[in-house]
């Protein structure tokens, strides 16, 4: 890092924030090529902004989880795709820095490493000595054009092709394929392909257990002794989801405001939308919605940092609500989009204008499986019910 980005290292945000302005000038761009451009790149690994939720040990930040949140959001501000990306490589980054200890000193030895991963179990892994073997297809591997090492949630069967473990098992890229499949209406430029296994082998000390990230076993024993550490998996994996969304939604609604003082309501007497009461109150809606969205956020992670803090995993019902309160975030930041879209009206769909590439990757981004309302509101109303039965794994 320069000298002035290292003054400012402590604030990730804000290093985010003076990036809006390129990122917004490239974003354009990001979608036509479906992957970031160089520069994006460039400018992010300068600031270190891969390496945020990289533990100290390793060279990243270690940042509190709410400033990773609002660093994602300010990242999102100029570009949709650009936010996405960095928030999945720094999950996914934490996620591999909870991996044993030989596997973490083998991903993290070189610096600014950069780990995608596809996270649906789409194949099937057998046992083998020291490590398992896996060939099949994974898609939704956001971000995987710019990563150095990749990972795959495999299905561990034993010789009665029974699933004894779920894991992630992480390799090189150069060990992988990318089949460029991401052929998408909004976050073109994620870059969310399939990558594709041939018979590799993955050793155990790079196979991450969802058991042990669920029940917070640690598997490593030398390094495992940041906050990072302690957080519930499920939790706080969830709650970055959403971050680089809510900036897109504040940009819509920056974009609509500064035009509405010039930009007058069709077949209307209204020469400027600002002096409506209609679009006041649909403003008023819609900025209260994003920060709806983005408070429960915080206050979800805060909820994490305490926890960890103590050296606890949260509890069910803490976590159901966590859950809930993601699921009821995608919601608002929909409804906040609509509303702007609908104030922007039909020249907002225009291809020039950034409103309605900000709506598609909002539209598109609020439904990723782990960030659905339905099935979050359902998780979270049969908590608040004191029951239990899960349709999902990942809570």
């Known amino acids: 890092m320069t000298q002035a980005i290292a003054s400012r290292a402590s604030d990730p945000a804000a290093l985010a924030a003076e990036l809006r302005a390129l990122l917004a000038r490239n974003a354009a761009q990001t979608e036509r090529a479906r992957r970031l451009p160089e520069e994006n790149i460039g400018a992010l690994e300068a600031a270190n902004l891969f ?12 940042t509190p989880l709410t400033t990773a949140i609002s660093t994602f959001a300010e990242l999102g501000k100029g570009c949709g795709s650009t936010g996405w990306v960095a928030m999945i490589i720094n999950g996914v980054g934490w996620w591999a820095s909870r991996l044993p200890d030989k596997g973490q000193e083998e991903i993290f030895a070189q610096r600014n490493v950069r780990v995608c991963a596809a996270g649906t179990q789409s194949s099937k892994g057998r046992r083998v000595e020291g490590g398992i073997r896996v060939s099949g297809k994974f898609p939704f591997a956001s971000g995987c054009w710019h990563a150095s090492w990749g990972g795959v949630s495999v299905e561990i069967e034993d010789d009665s092709h029974k699933v004894t473990e779920v894991v992630t098992a992480f390799a090189p890229m150069s060990e992988l394929r990318i089949e460029d499949t991401w052929y998408v209406a909004g976050m073109c430029g994620t870059g969310s392909n399939t990558l594709v296994a041939d018979d590799l082998f993955v050793p155990d000390h790079r196979l991450l257990k969802l058991s042990s990230l669920l029940s917070g076993e640690r598997q490593a024993v030398r390094h495992a002794d940041e906050l990072s550490d302690n957080y519930t998996w499920s939790a706080a994996n969830t709650l970055i989801g959403p971050a680089p969304l809510i900036g897109i939604a504040q940009a819509m609604l920056a974009e ?40 429960h956020l915080l206050n979800g992670a805060e909820q994490v940092q305490n926890f960890a803090a103590v050296g606890k995993q949260m509890d069910y019902p803490s976590r159901a609500a966590i859950r809930g309160k993601v699921g009821y975030a995608t919601k608002v930041l929909r409804d906040a989009a609509d509303i702007l879209a609908s104030i922007g009206g039909a020249s907002g769909f225009a291809e020039r204008s950034p409103l309605q590439r900000m709506w598609r990757d909002l539209n598109i981004g609020t439904r990723h499986a782990l960030l659905a309302t339905d099935p979050a509101l359902k998780i979270y109303g049969r908590a608040l019910l004191g029951l239990e039965g899960t349709i999902s794994p990942v809570i």
């Open 51 to 62: 390496g945020m939720m990289t533990p100290k040990r390793w060279g990243g930040y270690g």
């Open 256 to 295: 609509v405001i500064a035009a509405a003082g010039r930009r007058g309501i069709t077949f209307t007497t209204y020469t400027r939308q600002a002096d409506s009461a209609v679009i006041q109150h649909r403003l008023a809606e819609a900025a209260l919605n994003i920060e709806t969205a983005e408070l």
